[in-house]
Structure formats: C-alpha cells, structure tokens
C-alpha cells in the first residue's frame, strides 16, 4: 500500500513539474520599428475560467502601426498561481512598438 501511494504521489508531482507555460505572439503591421516596450497584466481566476481585467493591446500601442504582442505567463505569474493555488492566476500582455 504504501509503495503504491508512494509511486502515485510521484508521478503526481512529475507531472506537476512537466506542465509548461505557454506563450501567444503576433505581430500587427511590420512589427516592432522602435524598440519601445509597454506591460500589463491580465487578471484570471479559478485557473482561467473567470476573467477579471484584461490589458487591451490596441491602447498598449496607442496610435502605433506597426507592433508586436506577446502574451505568457511569467515566473512570478506562475509563482503567484501556485501559491494561491489557482485561484488567481495572472498572465502578462507585453507590447513592443
């Protein structure tokens, strides 16, 4: 009993381990021209599925033509999911003009 509670509560943990963050990118016009950079977060609860405040990455670029999206899940975002075990979990909107 032991052992297999043993090796059930490893593979839990490895799988644990082995989930990874994910990372959307995209690029409107040309993409970035002058390097300058703007964050916001993103706030989800209940592992995603409710949405709280959401960054809009068209006022991120203000009057800008040409800009790059990037939205991921950082290591504090994911230090913070863990912590609050999923209740809040944050993700980050970076826009480089």
Do not use: R, W
Not at 27 to 50: E, I, M, R, W
């Amino acid at each position: 009993m032991n052992k297999k509670f043993f090796q059930l509560a490893c593979v839990a943990c490895i799988c644990m381990c082995l989930t990874s963050c994910y990372t959307y990118t995209f690029t409107v016009g040309d993409g970035p021209q002058s390097g300058a950079t703007v964050q916001a977060k993103n706030h989800y609860f209940v592992y995603g599925l409710a949405q709280g405040k959401q960054s809009d990455h068209k006022e991120m670029a203000g009057n800008a033509e040409n800009y790059g999206v990037t939205i991921k899940h950082t290591f504090i975002d994911g230090l913070i999911n863990s912590l609050t075990f999923g209740i809040y979990t944050p993700t980050t909107t970076i826009v480089q003009k």
